[in-house]
């Protein structure tokens, strides 16, 4: 599970003391809301169907695959399906690659979803090493199904726009600036990217 609206709280507060920009933001824009994920192997392959697809059109072959092939919650229905069966929900053939290769891993043992790396770092190097799973929805899955406090998705862009803009940049800092920039919040990093969404998300102005 995520991280809890108390754990959030604690985390903003804590990064409100130590940077008076975010506690000007806090103010604004309220603590947000927990985003939660259950943990497994349910979630990651809806992390694989969902991209580069509209949410509408990723619940709809979420639907059309679970009456083709059963229960998306056993990665052995994904796993005995062939190719006509994937792609007749709709995934194309990438994608239907990829949905086997973590059925696969899952099945097999490889990989463990209810034991991942304690380190974040191992953590995300094992979900990165699975096909079609890349570092942005690694970190997102370990923030919002393992409830990590530490991650941070520093190459998500609303989390670059948004920490620009509460800490008073002219421009979106990269990649490696958002990551630098934050190097002082550890170990609440995870609350941070979550505020800086709500924060975007609710389009607040910085005055």
Known sequence: MGLSADQLRSGLDALAAREPAFAAAIERAGYPEPRIRARGYATLLRTIIGQQVSTKAAESVWRKLEAIVGSLDDP????????EQLREAGLSRQKAG?????????TSGRLDLANLPADDEAATAALVS???IGRWSAEVYLLFAEGRPDIWPAGDLAVQIEIGRILGHEARPSEKLTRALAEDWRPHRGAAAI???HHYANGMKVI
Do not use: H, T
């Open 130 to 132: 699975i096909k079609g």
């Open 98 to 106: 990829y949905a086997r290769s973590l059925a696969q891993e899952v």
């Open 76 to 83: 052995g229905n994904i796993a005995r399906a062939n190719d």
């Open 195 to 197: 505020f800086a969404w």
